[in-house]
């Protein structure tokens, strides 16, 4: 989805005088420029409903979990694309987000925009409030900074460095805030709005040097949302602080927004282990997507008893591409035979009828939910064991062992093994490697610590990994299809796609200028994709659940379309759509709850299902 440039990056001067040249004029990140355009015609959006709760109330300490400690707190580099990223990218907001319910866009650092003549450019107008954690002002070098540090190799990531180079041609300052950022291709509005306004580095913060990997690992800087990390107690917590007068608290779309003093979010490796501390009450919400954690293991005193609800809330989101992913460049997986045998080889079905309960539905492409640029007819294949074992004997493997899995003249048995980071997913492969055996073919199940489970799945070490990637109001494919990144550790092509035909119609995607074109160009590239057969679609969900201690409180809406967690604490901007930061802790029910407990006193049990945003 997610250079060449000297080490250290030069202070930018913030006012720039030219003797006897009396026309106004600009720097940018690779010199002089035009003026600013006298025509523009700029833009804003103070008009759109706001969605937080007036009633919220500041206060308190937010208690959540996460199954390993981070690898770096770095947003770039080696390591820094783990679970945790989604934290740490929060805390720093962009220049513009996304309406959760109406899809317009919505100030953020910028309060006003407007489009470019070319097509290719967008120009902001920072908000003059706009702060660092640290008090500086945030201005137009920043942006400047950042253009480079992307591009830079001291940050040793592949991705932003082709990211910042290719769709990002330019960044212009014209006043301290006052700039353009300008795309490397023409594109539509809709696509300047989703890949230009992006979120700045402290410039003043930041020194690039040879050793800014290591240096940065741990390091804590400044930032310009509600939340600046605090307290790191190594492999047991991370805690994040509200920034004391934070600018944006006036603002309209972040008022009563944000609420919780703190959000300490502890290490707990196992989930039956966080369960308990939820039940305890050390946690205040615990995710309840899965189907049994819903059905069965909410079934206790605590949910009976009312101190514990229930929220099940359909939404609208882009589903996430959740399935197998096979690693082409393994010597096995290479041929396209034992690719397609395998998805033939794959109970999902049966899985998702039976230990999911039928609440998930089957994914039949490469995520869904993006309007035209899903490719709706694509069906996943089925299971089939004849066809499978079939596509198997046209690979070679025609003799079945004495275990009744397929062998080829070599004797080698046709064996995958999978890498996993969820350890209550255990049960579902475990049904599809029973299923497999069917089929001939065996399903060896590698769990791993999520961090370095995904560490293990960025270097190419995997044969294939079971897990989904985040995903937006868009596809992004050049990371993950095209093959400038395959065979390389550190980049997100974890498929190892070596493969032309999509690497140039991803090339033609990323250009496209055209809507309508760009969405024809997704749809064959998911069938490019679906050809390759490397990607096994599992399921998508089309909603949240959690379960919240009854102190947790939500607006009477709990929660916007574009919600994919209810009870997420920090903005969601990054991911497109402003949609968290709704949630507030009732300290007076917190009181009152724990002291009921105490005295034996109940309350009605809650369990509510809200269904205003479900698709038919």
Known sequence: MLHSSPSVIPTLPRVMRVAAVMLPLCWSAFGWSATLPADLKWESNDTDPVYADPQAKRGGTFRDFMSSFPLTLRKYGPDSNGSFAGYVRETNLPLLATHPVTGNPIPMLANQWAFGADHKTLYFRLNPKARWSDGQPVTADDWLFTLNMMRSKEINDPWYN????????????????????????????????????????????????????????????????????????????????????????????????????????????????????????????????????????????????????????????????????????????????????IQYALALDKMIATLLRGDYQRLNSYGSGQGAFTNTDIKARPFDPKIARDYFAKAGFTKTGPDGILQNDRGQPLSLSITYTTAEHAQRLTLLREEAKKAGLNLELNLMDASAGFKSMLEKKHQSAWMAWSSGRYPAYWEHFHKVNANKPQTNNIMNLDDDAISALVEQYDKAFDFGKKAELSRQIQQRLYELASFVPAYQVPYTRAGAWRWIKLPKIPATPQSDLLYWPLDGANSGYSFGGLLWIDEELKAETKAAIKQGKTFPPVTLIDTRYQKP
């Open 162 to 341: 082709n990211y910042y180079s290719t769709q990002i041609s330019e960044v212009t300052k014209f006043d301290d805030h006052t700039l353009a950022i300008t795309s490397g291709t023409e594109k539509s509005r809709e696509d300047l709005l989703e890949s230009l306004p992006f979120s700045p580095e402290p410039s003043h913060a930041i020194k690039l040097t040879a050793n800014w990997v290591k240096e940065y690992n741990w390091k804590v800087l400044p930032v310009t949302g509600a939340y600046q990390i605090g307290e790191l107690k190594k492999g047991k917590s991370v805690t994040f602080n509200r920034v004391k007068d934070w600018w944006g608290d006036g603002e309209r779309y972040f008022q009563h927004r944000f609420n919780p003093d703190r959000i300490e979010i502890k290490v707990l490796r196992d989930q039956n282990i966080a369960w308990q501390h939820f039940l305890r009450g050390d946690l205040d919400t615990f995710p309840l997507v899965m189907p049994n954690w819903w059905h069965d293991k909410s079934k206790t005193a605590e949910f009976e008893k009312g101190y514990i609800e229930r929220l099940w809330f359909y939404n609208q989101t882009p589903q996430s591409p959740m399935g197998l992913y096979l690693n082409t460049a393994d010597p096995l997986l290479k041929d396209l035979n034992v690719r397609l045998g």
